[in-house]
């Protein structure tokens, strides 16, 4: 099975822009989960997607939102870019919304903001 | 609220020496633990998760974990050191309730000398 893919890999914008990331988890999968990676922050979550319908959300302002399509491919969208959004983003995706059900990690897109 | 906190933001050993990655867990209820490593430019990639069946729990590349209850402690540790383990380790912890995301430790950076 191939696993999960996030595209693009890499990305510059400017203050003040948007972006949209995606991500198509393992076949099967319909839990899409995504994380922020900084240096000082750490992994933090930002929200999941179970059948297309936003089921928890992290601690961030309303410029990050994200969508699940039927086929189960996520977006996440960041609007009026600021210089510390800039971060490895990760999707995740697990088979359904179980506890122990393992969280497959993409390679992630790394954003920079200048 | 659930967390975990990871002892030692570098750790250095050589070459067949022993590994040990701290991680210590704050939680009111029986957690639920994983360990990821995430190599670099790279997504994470789960070595192993407590779930409650044993306290010595064994995950991939030769690396294990043990249950600590009393002392509130979940540390990783590999007997022979590798060059090829040379990355960022993380600690996690999934929420409880209806909540189910991870919430991941600062993270050790392991550095394996030759």
């Known amino acids: 099975k191939a696993g999960v893919t996030q595209t693009p890999r890499y990305l510059i914008k400017t203050r003040g822009q948007q972006v949209t990331l995606s991500c198509s988890p393992i076949?099967?999968?319909?839990?899409v989960s995504w994380y922020q990676q900084t240096p000082g922050q750490g992994l933090q979550f930002l929200f999941e997607?179970?059948?297309?319908?936003?089921?928890n959300k992290g601690n961030f302002p309303g410029r990050f939102s994200g969508r699940q399509f039927s086929n189960s491919r996520s977006e996440m969208n960041v609007s009026t870019l600021e210089l510390g959004d800039s971060a490895l983003y990760l999707c995740?995706?697990?088979?359904?919304?179980?506890?122990?059900?393992?969280?497959?990690f993409g390679p992630g897109t790394r954003l920079l903001v200048l | 609220a659930q967390s975990v906190t990871q002892l030692g933001s570098h750790v250095s050993v050589s070459e067949g020496a022993l590994v040990l990655l701290r991680c210590n867990y704050s939680?009111?209820?029986?957690?639920?633990l994983f360990w990821y490593v995430q190599y670099p430019n790279q997504g994470l990639q789960l070595l192993l998760k407590?779930?409650?069946?044993?306290?010595l729990v064994k995950g991939i590349n030769g690396f294990e974990a043990e249950f600590k209850k009393s002392e509130t402690s979940f540390h990783l540790t590999k007997p022979s050191a590798h060059m090829r383990d040379a990355a960022e380790y993380f600690c996690?912890?999934?929420?409880?309730?209806?909540?189910?995301?991870?919430?991941f430790g600062s993270g050790t950076q392991l550095t394996v000398l030759p």
């Open positions: 995740a995706s697990r088979l359904g919304q179980g506890a122990l059900e393992t969280q497959y």
């Open positions: 407590y779930t409650s069946a044993a306290t």
């Open positions: 996690a912890v999934i929420h409880s309730g209806s909540a189910r995301q991870l919430t």
């Open positions: 997607y179970f059948s297309e319908t936003q089921r």
């Open positions: 076949s099967g999968h319909r839990s």
């Open positions: 939680s009111s209820v029986p957690p639920y």
